[in-house]
């Protein structure tokens, strides 16, 4: 069964420590990407990567780390310098730039809760 | 910059009675719109993919359009399950094609 699974779906963060949301993919997709959902706001971008290896800054990337090591694993480290985080985290893929190709699709999400 | 914005942002229907959802957009070069459908605490499903002016498709008792500045999701007889958030998005160049989303329009549809 092909898809996007996220872990854990709940997590709960202490003040100044970091966690790992992980995003996993069995598409075969070259890019993906994390979301942050807040309530009453759009989606926003934290980071995207369309290679291994290779990974860029969305618009709020600030206080938030990844890496791409695999083509199927894209996990997001959310850092003690992220001061806001409690937010559902969203992760997504795409197969790549080509034409009817575009669509990104959505993991279940993880619900990040600062205590 | 890429803009999207839907309204309104949140919709009460009865149960049959048909309507509409606005998503407008400002884009340069547009790569396709996006509708999605969130269930609460849940990811977004992908609906559709609109690419030019005049396209439409349609899904069960739904039905996307799309012209040079807006789009719309009519829903037609809807039912309670129809409830959830809906979504459009249109991707960034800019981005690696990341998706510029809107805020939502909450639908709720009662028996």
């Known amino acids: 069964d092909g898809g996007i699974t996220q872990s854990p779906k709940y997590l709960f963060r202490k003040e100044g420590q970091n966690v790992t949301l992980s995003c996993e993919q069995n598409?075969?997709?070259?890019?993906m990407y994390w979301y942050r959902q807040d309530p009453g706001q759009g989606l926003r971008l934290i980071y995207y990567s369309q290679i291994v290896n290779d990974f860029q800054k969305g618009d709020i990337a600030e206080g938030y780390s990844v890496s791409r090591e695999k083509k199927e694993s894209f996990p997001l480290t959310v850092t003690s310098a992220q001061k806001n985080p409690t937010a559902f985290y969203l992760c997504?893929?795409?197969?790549?730039?080509?034409?009817?190709?575009?669509?990104?699709?959505f993991g279940p999400g993880t619900r990040l809760t600062v205590l | 910059e890429d803009q999207v914005t839907q309204s309104p942002e949140a919709l009460r229907l009865q149960e049959g009675e048909s309507s509409s959802l606005n998503c407008s957009y400002t884009v340069s070069g547009l790569r396709g719109l996006f509708w999605y459908r969130q269930d609460p605490g849940k990811g977004p499903e992908f609906l559709f993919t609109?690419?030019?002016a005049g396209e439409e498709k349609e899904k069960e008792r739904l039905k996307a359009t799309l012209t040079k500045k807006e789009s719309f999701l009519h829903i037609t007889a809807p039912k309670p399950e129809d409830s959830a958030t809906y979504l459009c998005?249109?991707?960034?160049?800019?981005?690696?094609?990341?998706?510029?989303f809107g805020k939502g329009t909450s639908l709720l549809v009662t028996p």
């Open positions: 998005a249109v991707p960034d160049s800019n981005s690696g094609y990341a998706l510029n």
């Open positions: 609109l690419y030019s």
């Open positions: 997504a893929s795409r197969r790549g730039p080509v034409a009817g190709e575009d669509t990104q699709y």
């Open positions: 598409l075969n997709h070259d890019a």
